[in-house]
T-cell receptor, first 113, second 109 residues
Framework: GAGVSQSPSNKVTEKGKDVELRCDPI?????LYWYRQSLGQGLEFLIY????????KSGLPSDRFSAERTGGSVSTLTIQRTQQEDSAVYLC???????????FGPGTRLTVL | RKEVEQDPGPFNVPEGATVAFNCTYS??????FFWYRQDCRKEPKLLMS???SGNEDGRFTAQLNRASQYISLLIRDSKLSDSATYLC??????????FGGGTRLMVKP
């Protein structure tokens, strides 16, 4: 079946602009996660959704970052007033339940000039 | 100190070699442990879970030492296709995953 999809696959933006990244989880998966991976670094947890609510936002690096999930499905991660240090691959993962294996999407490569 | 630490490598080995990666974690309350594989410019994919009794999947063997807070992955008879970054992953009591920085493996002909 279809896996996790993310769009766009690549995004180049100018410093100070806002960007929106989209994640379509595997159908029926209740849990959705956002991670960030900077060049040569491990994955950094950003935020997790159970259904439409986000019980854990502890990983969001600043108030410029926000995320929402609607209908228990699609999620968008918004970065306002992007900075060069926001450049990274943003990965989304979903799992059937909170405790299950997470399946990752292909990521969105964000470059802030 | 990072919560999950790995030697970044790269480990350069010839085809057919046996190679082992180690990982240490700092949270003694960690519940579950995994190895993920990440190919260049691709997403991470689950390779195998790691159980206290140790587990084997074909050429791959994973072991856990809770007392030393240490996880290992052994790859026997390395193939060119094993070239990738191997991520050590720890799940805490809150079911959150923490990823190590990864160990890069390059298998040469």
């Amino acid at each position: 079946g279809a896996g996790v999809s993310q769009s766009p696959s690549n995004k180049v933006t100018e410093k100070g602009k806002d960007v929106e990244l989209r994640c379509d989880p595997i159908s029926g998966h209740t849990a959705l996660y956002w991670y960030r991976q900077s060049l040569g670094q491990g994955l950094e947890f950003l935020i997790y959704f159970q259904g439409n609510s986000a019980p854990d936002k502890s990983g969001l690096p600043s108030d410029r970052f926000s995320a929402e999930r609607t209908g228990g499905s699609v999620s968008t991660l918004t970065i306002q007033r992007t900075q060069q240090e926001d450049s990274a691959v943003y990965l989304c993962a979903s799992s059937l339940f909170r405790t299950d294996t997470q399946y990752f999407g292909p990521g969105t490569r964000l470059t802030v000039l | 100190r990072k919560e999950v630490e790995q030697d970044p490598g790269p480990f350069n080995v010839p085809e057919g070699a046996t190679v082992a990666f180690n990982c240490t974690y700092s949270n003694s309350a960690s519940q579950s442990f995994f190895w993920y594989r990440q190919d260049c410019r691709k997403e991470p994919k689950l390779l195998m879970s790691v159980y206290s009794s140790g587990n084997e999947d074909g050429r791959f063997t994973a072991q856990l030492n809770r007392a030393s807070q240490y996880i290992s992955l052994l790859i026997r008879d390395s193939k060119l296709s094993d070239s990738a970054t191997y991520l050590c992953v720890v799940k805490d009591a809150g079911n959150m995953l923490t990823f190590g920085g990864g160990t890069r493996l390059m298998v040469k002909p």
